[in-house]
């Protein structure tokens, strides 16, 4: 079997810095030309032990930080890195860390990146039979610490998962009106790309895996000191396909609207509110 791309070692979670730009050189050319936007799809991508090793200990999970059942988001779970047993979590600080940091600027060509000690958004993804996302471009903006987002990775998990079970994550064009790739979720495959106000991804068509099991994988979001004042901070930009019945996000729309014209003070007071009682 061929070597993996990331030869990070099973037992310590450990790569040098040198052997993780190395892994990224013969990457990046066909990574940074693709278009619409910077992606790329990595099969083979860790020691498939070290997956074999998480996905025995997410047979067990705690309840979920974060659950989402609306029309653009549908029987979606989050787990935050802390709460999941200590194998899985010490992979996500691993992929936090300054050689995995190393893999992606070579990969990306964007230097500096700073990954998310508070994971925010990211986590063990989780959905469940009839479960979708649908196609939008992310968040731009970590309010906390004032980063702007740039790269996403999805690592996932599913064994032997058939690409008419749904749930394959898509590329689409900046005006909505072509889907550009699709890779099914298969076990140690990973997904990169450069994220924006434009960049439009998601896996739209609803899983369903005969014997019921969910889609599952590892998300990690990473950004730059790069924000400033003059940028308009958005939450999930939601666009729905052409000919489809997919809905648009008229919660966000409300947000946005509400955002604009009341003071801040006001509207941080009242928005987490508003979206929790899903207003």
Not at 97 to 104: G, N, Q, Y
Not at 180 to 195: D, E, G, S
Not at 222 to 238: C, E, G, I, N
């Amino acid at each position: 079997m061929a070597s993996p791309i990331i030869s990070l070692d099973p037992d310590t979670l450990t790569l040098s810095t040198q052997a993780a730009r190395a892994a990224a050189q013969p990457l990046a050319e066909s990574y940074r030309d693709r278009a619409p936007y910077p992606y790329g799809c990595f099969d083979n991508f860790l020691p498939p032990e070290i997956l074999e090793r998480v996905r025995e200990e997410l047979r067990e999970l705690p309840e979920a930080e974060s659950m989402f059942n609306r029309p653009q988001e549908k029987l979606k779970s989050s787990y935050l890195p802390e709460r999941l047993r200590p194998y899985t979590r010490n992979l996500f600080y691993a992929l936090n860390a300054r050689p995995f940091l190393a893999f992606l600027e070579e990969l990306t060509g964007i230097q500096g990146l700073i990954p998310d000690p508070h994971f925010a958004g990211g986590g063990i993804h989780v959905v469940a039979n009839g479960g979708h996302l649908d196609i939008h471009a992310d968040f731009n903006h970590h309010g906390k610490l004032n980063l702007e987002r740039r790269i996403n990775v999805l690592i996932y998990l599913n064994k032997n998962w058939r690409e008419e079970w749904g749930g394959s994550f898509e590329v689409w064009n900046k005006n909505m009106t072509e889907q550009v790739a699709k890779f099914v979720p298969l076990f140690n495959r990973m997904c990169c790309f450069n994220t924006g106000s434009d960049t439009f991804h998601g896996n739209p068509e609803p899983v369903n895996h005969p014997d019921g099991e969910p889609r599952m994988s590892i998300a990690l979001y990473y950004y730059t000191a790069t924000w400033d004042d003059t940028r308009k901070s958005h939450s999930t930009l939601f666009k729905p396909r052409p000919g489809t019945v997919d809905r648009t996000d008229r919660q966000e729309a409300r947000h946005a609207m509400l955002k604009d014209v009341l003071p801040p003070i006001i509207y941080r007071r009242i928005g987490h509110r508003l979206r929790r009682m899903g207003v």
